[in-house]
């Protein structure tokens, strides 16, 4: 399932060791769902047992975090699997009834693979503050462009035409964030949804901080920005690795019963 890290021509150029070990083991999709949540639950990700993460499947089925787990003890045989219809087909959980969301933005668009809604601490500051957090840092930057900002909260997205309103508001971009509720990010790839969705905590828990200081000088400039944001179309190099090894090191079966004994077996 995960794709070769040293694939782009960029980073064979200016990373051309091989290194002494791959830098994950071979992943399913249900391993890389559970890394991600048990990764963005640790950087900020974590209301309990709200939020969840689609992943779409070449057969046109979706993976999806279970409602009755928080994030930071779900594991790949936890994982469960929706038909187009939002239904489950395959696992022991349940989905949560706000999954039309996201099925709403996968029909739209199709060239993504990862979709997630949670309500994170310094997301929910501007969430309710009604402003987007300004540019402050390089890590801030890495992600181009604003989020988009949408204040047509009705005190919930579980309904049909909630969702398809809040998917059509966020339209062809990469990330939004729901007035008085919390923070929706879309992605092509594993990698860069967890990229993305921890570039968006961090600019908003800076911003505050900054802000709370009186305040700093913007970065507006696209050129100081061009190489920042160079990581999200291509990948930060290793982010993604390191942060999936830290938490199969700290806990191994996030990976599943088979993935468990798998590790424990190669002494890994």
């Known amino acids: 399932m995960n794709a070769p890290v040293r694939s782009n021509p960029m980073l064979q150029k200016l990373a051309p060791r091989p290194g002494r070990y791959p830098l994950l083991p071979e992943l399913t999709a249900h391993q890389e769902l559970a890394l991600l949540c048990r990764a963005l639950h640790r950087e900020g990700y974590d209301d309990h047992v709200a939020g969840h993460v689609t992943l779409a499947e070449p057969d046109g089925s979706f993976l999806v975090n279970p409602w009755e787990l928080a994030w930071d003890e779900v594991t790949a045989d936890d994982i469960i699997r929706l038909d187009g219809n939002g239904s489950v087909i395959e696992g022991e959980w349940n989905v949560t009834p706000a999954i039309g969301l996201h099925?709403?933005?996968?029909?739209?668009?199709?060239?993504?693979?990862?979709?997630?809604?949670?309500?994170?601490?310094w997301g929910l500051v501007w969430s309710a503050s009604g402003r987007v957090p300004p540019i402050y840092d390089q890590t801030s930057g890495q992600v181009?462009?604003?989020p988009v900002f949408y204040d047509e909260y009705a005190g919930t997205v579980d309904g049909a035409s909630e969702a398809e309103a809040a998917a059509e508001a966020l339209g062809n971009e990469k990330w939004a964030i729901l007035k008085n509720h919390g923070v929706f990010v879309v992605a092509k790839d594993i990698s860069q949804a967890h990229l993305r969705a921890i570039t968006l905590e961090h600019r908003c828990r800076l911003a505050w901080q900054v802000e709370v200081l009186g305040g700093g000088?913007?970065?507006?400039?696209?050129?100081?920005?061009?190489?920042?944001?160079?990581?999200?179309?291509?990948?930060?190099?290793?982010?993604?690795?390191?942060?999936?090894?830290?938490?199969?090191?700290?806990d191994a079966r996030v990976l599943g019963e088979d993935g468990a004994n798998a590790i424990k077996e190669s002494g890994a």
Not at 103 to 121: C, E, G, S, T
Not at 232 to 241: H, I, T, V, Y
């Open 217 to 250: 000088q913007h970065i507006t400039d696209p050129e100081s920005l061009r190489m920042a944001q160079m990581s999200d179309d291509l990948g930060f190099p290793f982010l993604w690795e390191a942060m999936a090894r830290k938490e199969i090191r700290l």
């Open 144 to 146: 181009e462009g604003d």
């Open 103 to 121: 099925l709403a933005v996968h029909q739209r668009r199709h060239d993504l693979k990862v979709v997630i809604h949670n309500h994170p601490r």
